[in-house]
Structures are given as structure tokens and as C-alpha cells.
């Protein structure tokens, strides 16, 4: 069966850190792999999204990167967090035609800046 | 102005309640998407459906193309119901465009 592994569960860091939050699927081959952001009281905004490795398609302009060194890894990188920066992330895969239920997201990341 | 809306924002029900949340959009879809959010920010998704109508147990979604409107209904709601619900719609590019949500809050 396919799963999706994110982490950390929780993450808190200073201004001007790096950043790096890393999401895993198992069980399938060449998902399409989303990275979300969910802030405080609003909805969830598409960051990145991937159709296969190394091609990233970024959705806003943010000091947030993506890449997809693997198949099945995809990864949400900053150089120097922003306190803007702070929400909830969400990866999610998806197969090109979804079956019933449609995509699948990880458990989350709730980042912090401080 | 948000490719998707949601109505309402906020929703408080009794417990056995019939009830229904509403989305329009905006965009070309290839589908339209209802997602639930548990208060622990964990997400599951519902329906994925681009006409007519589905159903799972006590979850009923329908969707009328020619209009850019879909329901989700929850009969007989149950306090584990309580969730923020989130629609969603995506274009042939695979390309997401949430609305903001619903929080539900069913009172036993």
C-alpha cells in the first residue's frame, strides 16, 4: 500500500536560519508530489509541485525552494526564514489519473519562526 | 476574489443534523475536490468528483458543472464530524485552487 512519510511533526526556528522539511512516499512510482502551506486563519496555497525528478514548478514567488533528488523524495528548502514563514506544511502525492479519494497528504509540519 | 469560495465559514450544528456546505469556482476544472481537515492540522480526502453526484456512508457530494457549484452534505452529523472542510479544484494541470474552509463544529 502507498504511504507518505513527513517530518518533523513540529519545528520552531530563529529568523534568518535555514530550513529543510523532507516528505517520502512509498508504494507507488513517479507520483506528482505537492508541497502546501497552510497560514494562520487562511487556506491552503500550493508552494511547489513536482511531475517527476528534478522538475519543480513554483506556484509563488517566496524565498522557499523546492527539489526532487529521487522519485519519491521531495523537499522544502529556505536559505533564510522569514517570520512570514510561519504556518503549517503539507506535502501530498498524487497519481496523473487519481483513483477514488483522489490525492493523499503527509501528517504535516508546523513551523515556527520566531 | 478567490477562484474557489466556500459558504459558510463557520457552521455550529446539533448533533443529528442534516447538513451542507457550499462551493463555487471560478476556474476550468478537471475536478472538484472536498477535503477534511482534522484539528490536528492531519488531512484526509473525501471526494474527488467531476459530475453528479457520490456518496460515502453519511457524506453526500454533488456538483453541477454548468453552474461552477458544489454541496457537501453530512446527514444525521455526529460530534466526530466536527472538521474544518475544505474544497478544492483542479485544472488539467493538475494545479490546485483551495477555498478557505469550513469549520464545523456539531454539539452533542
Known amino acids: 500500500s502507498q504511504t507518505i512519510h513527513q517530518w518533523p511533526a513540529t519545528l520552531v526556528q530563529p529568523v534568518g536560519s535555514p530550513l529543510s522539511l523532507e516528505c517520502t512516499v512509498e508504494?507507488?512510482?513517479?507520483?506528482?508530489l505537492y508541497w502546501y502551506r497552510q497560514a494562520a486563519g487562511r487556506g491552503l496555497q500550493l508552494l511547489f509541485y513536482?511531475?517527476?525528478?528534478?522538475?519543480i514548478s513554483s506556484e509563488v514567488p517566496q524565498n522557499l525552494s523546492a527539489s526532487r533528488p529521487q522519485d519519491r523524495q521531495f523537499i522544502l528548502s529556505s536559505k533564510k526564514l522569514l517570520l512570514s514563514d510561519s504556518g503549517f506544511y503539507l506535502c501530498?502525492?498524487?497519481?496523473?489519473?487519481?483513483?477514488?479519494?483522489?490525492?493523499?497528504f503527509g501528517s504535516g509540519t508546523r513551523l515556527t519562526v520566531v | 476574489k478567490n477562484e474557489v469560495e466556500q459558504s459558510p465559514q463557520n457552521l455550529t450544528a446539533q448533533e443529528g443534523e442534516f447538513i451542507t456546505i457550499n462551493c463555487s469556482y471560478s476556474?476550468?476544472?478537471?475536478?472538484l475536490h472536498w477535503l477534511q481537515q482534522h484539528p490536528g492540522g492531519g488531512i484526509v480526502s473525501l471526494f474527488m468528483?467531476?459530475?453528479g453526484k457520490k456518496k460515502h456512508g453519511r457524506l453526500i457530494a454533488t456538483i453541477n458543472i454548468q453552474e461552477k457549484h458544489s454541496s457537501l452534505h453530512i446527514t444525521a452529523s455526529h460530534p466526530r464530524d466536527s472538521a474544518v472542510y475544505i474544497c478544492?479544484?483542479?485544472?488539467?494541470?493538475?494545479?490546485?485552487?483551495f477555498g478557505t474552509g469550513t469549520s464545523l463544529t456539531v454539539i452533542p
Open positions: 468528483l467531476s459530475s
Open positions: 513536482s511531475v517527476g525528478i528534478g522538475q
Open positions: 478544492a479544484a483542479t485544472n488539467t494541470g493538475n494545479q490546485f485552487y
Open positions: 476556474v476550468g476544472i478537471s475536478a
Open positions: 501530498a502525492w498524487s497519481t496523473l489519473y487519481p483513483p477514488e479519494g483522489g490525492y493523499t
Open positions: 508504494g507507488t512510482s513517479n507520483p506528482n
